[in-house]
């Protein structure tokens, strides 16, 4: 399996920006497709994003759709989430994983590996 660790969280104003990053470990980052999920407290983990092995299909949750870009370094062994326009209903805590199968795997049951979480806050 591929080991995973977020990075980039923090507290932000509304509007404001943050990049998170999640580095994985290991040779075979390409042949993984990648997921942003996120858990606020009290809430299910959702998706967020999602990234195809090749970095040409992408998915957004109708939630951050037009805020938020995923993007992905395979030379890296990395992807990203920039999330620009925050608001306060974006603070949670935020998860990459890493699936094995499925093209853009949109379900947490779907992906094989997870990063301990990074947290970002918004404030109002």
């Known amino acids: 399996q591929v080991q995973l660790v977020e990075s980039g969280g923090g507290l932000v104003q509304a509007g404001g920006s943050l990049r998170l990053s999640c580095a994985a470990s290991g040779r075979t980052f390409s042949s993984y497709a990648m997921g942003w999920f996120r858990q606020a407290k009290g809430k299910e983990r959702e998706i967020v994003s999602a990234i195809s092995r090749s970095g040409g299909l992408t998915y957004y949750s109708s939630s951050v759709k037009g805020r938020f870009t995923v993007s992905r370094d395979n030379a890296k062994n990395t992807v990203y989430l920039q999330m620009n326009s925050l608001k306060p209903e974006d603070t949670a805590v935020y998860y990459c994983?890493?699936?094995?199968?499925?093209?853009?795997?949109?379900?947490?049951?779907?992906?094989?590996?997870w990063g301990q979480g990074t947290r970002v806050t918004v404030s109002s």
């Open positions: 994983a890493a699936a094995r199968t499925g093209v853009r795997p949109t379900t947490p049951d779907e992906y094989d590996s």
